[in-house]
Nanobody, 124 residues
C-alpha cells in the first residue's frame, strides 16, 4: 500500500474552480479520484493509468474535470472547473498497486490505498 494525502479542497461558488492534489508515497498502477456526498455511495469521478496516462471520467464531470499526473513527484491532480452545487462532496484520492482492468478504473473496489479525503463545497 501507499500513503496518500489529499489537499486543495474548499468552498467555492457555482461556476468556480478548484484543484485537488494527491502525492503518493510510492509507485502505483493507477490513481483515482472518488467522491461521496452525505447519504450517497462513493462514486468514481476520474482515474488515470499512471503508466500510459490513459484517463477515465464519470459522465457527470466529463468536460469539466481533468485528471493529470506528475510522474516525477508521484502526484495526481484533479482540476475541477465549472463547479456545480451537486459536486459538493468529500473527495478521496485512491491508488491501485495491482493491475486494473479497463472497465474497473472508476470502481472503488479496484483500489487498495485511500486518503482521508478533502471536502469540496459548492454554493449556488
Amino acid at each position: 500500500q501507499v500513503q496518500l494525502v489529499e489537499s486543495g479542497g474548499g468552498s467555492v461558488q457555482a461556476g468556480g474552480s478548484l484543484r485537488l492534489s494527491c502525492p503518493a508515497s510510492g509507485s502505483t498502477y493507477s490513481m483515482g479520484w472518488f467522491r461521496q456526498a452525505p447519504g450517497k455511495e462513493r462514486e468514481g469521478v476520474a482515474a488515470i493509468h499512471t503508466g500510459d496516462g490513459s484517463t477515465y471520467y464519470a459522465g457527470s464531470v466529463k468536460g469539466r474535470f481533468t485528471i493529470s499526473q506528475d510522474k516525477a513527484k508521484h502526484t495526481t491532480y484533479l482540476q475541477m472547473n465549472s463547479l456545480k452545487p451537486e459536486d459538493t462532496a468529500m473527495y478521496y484520492c485512491a491508488a491501485a498497486t495491482g493491475i486494473v482492468s479497463w472497465w474497473a478504473f472508476l470502481l472503488p473496489s479496484a483500489y487498495n490505498s485511500w486518503g482521508r479525503g478533502t471536502q469540496v463545497t459548492v454554493s449556488s
